[in-house]
């Protein structure tokens, strides 16, 4: 049984940063690729930001040069650091595991980020 737990969210002024968190617990491989999406009111969930196992990392273009994703595999964890956070960057953020093939697939509870004056 595998568990995602997330970390970090909260309001925070536009302009200002946040650290998400995520811990897997269970049967994880140092293989998985880990990511971040969000999904805000009315809208589907989106990727925001995925590290594959070898350090590779992909980002929305909205997101670019103010996130970074970063993984720790000897604590199944990943993080997603928020720098510049904009009003738009107003969502619930999911991290997700997942294996090369998509066999296994994982999510989060996801957490609450809000960036408002």
């Known amino acids: 049984q595998v568990q995602l737990v997330e970390s970090g969210g909260g309001l925070v002024q536009p302009g200002g940063s946040l650290r998400l968190s995520c811990a897997a617990s269970?049967?994880?491989?140092?293989?998985?690729?880990m990511g971040w999406y969000r999904q805000a009111p009315g809208k589907q969930r989106d990727m925001v930001a995925a590290?594959?196992?070898?350090?590779?990392?992909n980002y929305a273009d909205s997101v670019k040069g103010r996130f970074t994703i970063s993984r720790d595999n000897t604590k199944n964890t990943v993080y997603l650091q928020m720098n510049s956070l904009k009003p738009e960057d107003t969502a619930v953020y999911y991290c997700?595991?997942?294996?090369?093939?998509?066999?296994?697939?994982?999510w989060g509870q996801g957490t609450q980020v809000n960036v408002s004056s």
């Open positions: 997700n595991f997942r294996s090369p093939s998509y066999m296994y697939n994982y």
């Open positions: 269970g049967r994880i491989f140092s293989s998985y690729t």
């Open positions: 590290v594959t196992s070898g350090g590779s990392t």
